[in-house]
């Protein structure tokens, strides 16, 4: 059975975002990883040893808002708790981890325009712990996920 249009375009712009991560000197660790949570399109550590989780967001030219748009609340909250899993199963301890999108506007299947939103949602998608007005840090969120 053939691929849906869709699905194709969706990987075609993965590609091309991996490949840009590359260009820029991110180290791919993994592409679609899977849970039961969701799926992660790239986890990548960029110069600094952040781990970066990315959201590949691809559309077709002309599109009336950018394709970042569509990584609302609801998404953010599965690619944390995605993350989080992975962080779990990985094991290692990483000192800095973030949030990236990774918009891709599809010309063809060579051509596209490629922004790299790099922090698109850290902080403020974490909420205050209860009764506090003190920000938690992704690390300590993610280590109460974990527990």
């Known amino acids: 059975m053939a691929m849906p249009e869709h699905l194709k375009t969706g990987l075609r712009g993965e ?3 991996a490949r840009e991560l590359r260009r820029r000197g991110f180290r791919l660790m993994s592409s679609g ?9 790239i986890v990548a550590m960029d110069r600094d040893g952040t781990l970066c989780f990315v959201e ?8 009336m808002f950018p ?12 690619l944390v708790n995605n993350a989080a899993a992975y962080l779990s199963a990985a094991k290692p301890e990483y000192t800095r981890v973030r949030f990236d999108i990774a918009e891709v ?7 596209a325009e490629i922004n790299i939103i790099e922090d698109a949602f850290g ?3 974490f909420p205050n ?3 506090t007005k ?4 992704l690390l300590s969120f993610f280590k109460r996920k974990q527990d």
């Not at 590949?56 to 599109?63: D, E, I, L, S």
Request: hydrophobic share 30%.
């Open 67 to 78: 394709p970042s748009d569509a990584v609302d609340r609801e998404k953010q909250a599965r």
């Open 33 to 41: 990883f899977r849970t039961s949570l969701g799926e992660t399109d």
């Open 105 to 111: 506007v599809l010309h063809d299947l060579t051509t």
């Open 123 to 125: 902080q403020d998608a």
């Open 15 to 17: 590609q091309l975002a």
């Open 134 to 137: 003190k920000r938690r840090s």
């Open 129 to 131: 712990p209860v009764g």
């Open 56 to 63: 590949v967001k691809t559309r077709a030219p002309g599109g």
